[in-house]
């Protein structure tokens, strides 16, 4: 092959460059795939995290987070080094499965990549006592709730573009 | 605390038409970057020695990085002292404009380009991703996940604040129906039409409380601010906005967990007082003639009312519906037409506040919305979650 493209050679296919006797096409895909770092669930093994305890814990059905063995410092999120002492001294604890809601809303319309087919979905802030964290709420009507709502956890698994198994949490309103 | 050593000013500033635009960030670049140039005949590219860039998220809206010395080339600046762009998220244009202060200040250089910029709207079909990207502006991994971007986590707040402070759904509406309305005669908004308190009520109800008029916008724009130190300053020009005071927050807390409140932002206060105590300013609600404040949505502007420090706690909806913050009031908040009007470029908002409280200052804004005399003036900017608070005071009279 010369270093020039030579449009008369069929078997020249370099830089994906067809020619149909006008000028020569640049060729690119359709569709680019999504990028398995740009859906929102991070990798969650111990090769790519080091919080993936945090994530085994999940998995077995349970909702975990750190504590500083230093200083006692409970953190969300889950960290390997303590924010308030700079220790690296931390172990899992379990956190309670079960809060109240401290706000939520309701997305009808502006939701972000990979979300729009949920629409309308709600999501809200959970107070677990010791800690508060966001959550989708699922099985929940927005006008059907008010702050201080009782929810319980649940675990749902992520089906997507990566080899491993992901999982997350959600919460739902508790049966009364 | 902060010895400012030199007076720096602002003595010239240009913008770009925001909204919906059939421009690229180039072009963005490029026509903010003459607009400045035209607002200051006597100084030009050769005449800046310092260049900060404001902008989000160039490498998802406009697939660009390393954008300071793009900027640089499109503008013909040869940069022999500081270039740098600052991401803030939402304030990265006020982080520019402090940066740039503080470097002339310090004596570093004499003059500086303070450009902001962002590129938003993609085409249509790709809008989830504009979203996608301002839902990573908390910890990505633990809140933009559950679709944690910014109206419903402002509905959140909003909820909070009526929750706790009785807030009502009329006072939000009278927020968004005064900014809006001073868009109206702005000719850079993005929204251009007047609204009444019950249209924002009765517009689509997209993240209850909040409705599509109570959020900002998805925007393509661009501002820039020529800034010098008072020497270099009085060769050039009679009048500047002189920055007097400059002030930021954050209390070691990103995600939702560890924020200080969902109802009030005390780095807001924090910010505030230091920029005060700079400017020697004792009573803010006395003193201040106008204020370009953060209403990405409008309950922001309540809670700022509160945690700037010119109502009581719990007051911030009265201070609207009491007619405080109107043109006549005892601040002018957002003439401009606010980012619920103007729409939010986000790294050229704070740029495009600061220009125009030097507009109200030199006289030169549509008279509908010109503020009578005005002599001091603030910017304010939140970020992300509001979990950063960035506060600068300006001045028509020298320090
Ligand atoms: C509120 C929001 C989700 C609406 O987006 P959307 O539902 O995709 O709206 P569309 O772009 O489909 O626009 C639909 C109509 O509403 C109008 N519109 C869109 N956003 C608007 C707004 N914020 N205010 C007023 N009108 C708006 C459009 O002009 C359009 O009008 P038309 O039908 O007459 O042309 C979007 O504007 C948004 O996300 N705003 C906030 C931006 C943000 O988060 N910034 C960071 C803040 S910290
Ligand atoms: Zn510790």
């Known amino acids: ?176 | 605390m902060t010895d400012v050593t030199r007076n720096v000013g602002i003595v010239g500033g240009g913008h770009t038409k925001w909204g919906t635009r059939e421009a690229s960030y180039k072009d963005l670049i490029q026509e903010a970057g003459k607009a400045t140039f035209d607002d200051t005949p006597n100084v030009g590219p050769e005449d800046v020695e310092g260049l900060f860039v404001g902008s989000v998220q160039p490498e998802r809206f406009a697939f660009q990085t390393h954008v300071a010395p793009m900027v640089a080339e499109l503008l013909g600046i040869d940069v022999d002292s500081m270039i740098a762009r600052t991401e803030l998220a939402c304030a990265s244009g006020q982080a520019a404009l402090r940066y740039a202060w503080l470097a002339i200040a310090a004596g570093q250089l004499d003059t500086a380009l303070v450009l902001g910029v962002e590129k938003m709207n993609l085409p249509r079909e790709y809008a989830p991703e504009a979203q996608a990207s301002m839902a990573n502006v908390m910890d990505r991994e633990f809140d933009g996940v559950n679709g944690f971007n910014a109206p419903p986590y402002f509905a959140m707040i909003a909820q909070r604040h009526m929750h706790e402070y009785d807030t009502t759904r009329e006072q939000l509406a009278q927020v968004a129906a005064k900014n809006k309305t001073h868009a109206a005669s702005n000719a850079f908004a993005q929204f251009q039409s007047e609204v009444s308190v019950d249209e924002v009520i009765d517009s689509f109800e997209l993240s209850p409380p909040l409705c599509l008029y109570d959020c900002s916008g998805v925007t393509d724009g661009a501002a820039g601010l020529i800034l010098m130190s008072e020497e270099k300053a009085r060769e050039v020009s009679d009048e500047a906005a002189w920055i007097t005071g400059s002030g930021q927050a954050c209390f070691s807390g990103n995600s939702i967990n560890n924020l200080p409140s969902m109802s009030a932002w005390p780095q807001a206060t924090t910010a505030a007082e230091q920029a005060y105590d700079q400017a020697g300013i004792d009573d803010p609600l006395e003193e201040l003639d106008v204020a370009e404040v953060h209403d990405c949505f409008s309950i922001s502007e309540i809670v700022e009312y509160e945690d700037l420090g010119w109502v009581e706690k719990g007051e911030g909806g009265k201070f609207i519906e009491d007619g405080r913050s109107e043109l006549d009031g005892d601040i002018a908040v957002n003439p401009r037409g606010g980012l619920l009007g103007c729409g939010h470029p986000l790294g050229a908002t704070g740029v495009s506040q600061a220009l125009e409280v030097f507009n109200q200052f030199r006289g030169t804004v549509e008279s509908d919305r010109q503020v009578p005399a005005p002599e001091t003036g603030l910017i304010h900017n939140l970020s992300g979650s509001a979990s950063v608070h960035s506060v600068m005071t300006l001045s028509r009279e020298r320090p």
């Open chain 1, 1 to 176: 092959m010369t270093d020039h493209y030579d449009p008369t050679d069929s078997t020249d296919t370099r830089n994906h460059i067809r020619t149909d006797g006008g000028r020569d096409v640049v060729e690119l895909p359709d569709q680019v795939e999504l990028p398995r770092l740009l859906d929102f669930y991070e990798l969650q093994t111990e090769e790519t995290t080091e919080i993936a305890e945090f994530y085994d814990n999940l998995r077995e059905g349970q909702l975990t987070t750190t504590e500083c063995q230093d200083c006692g410092e409970l953190h969300f999120p889950p960290r390997i080094v303590c924010p308030e002492c700079q220790s690296d001294d931390l172990a899992y604890v379990d956190l309670p499965h079960e809060g109240e809601l401290f706000a939520f809303s309701t997305v009808r319309a502006g939701a972000p990549m990979g979300m729009e087919d949920d629409v309308p979905f709600v999501i809200g802030i959970v107070d677990l006592g010791e800690i508060t964290l966001s959550a989708h709420l699922d099985d929940a009507e927005y006008d059907d709730l008010s702050i201080g709502d009782p929810v319980e956890l649940k675990i749902v698994e992520i089906d997507g573009p990566v080899d491993h198994e992901r999982v997350f949490y959600r919460f739902e309103p508790k049966e009364t």
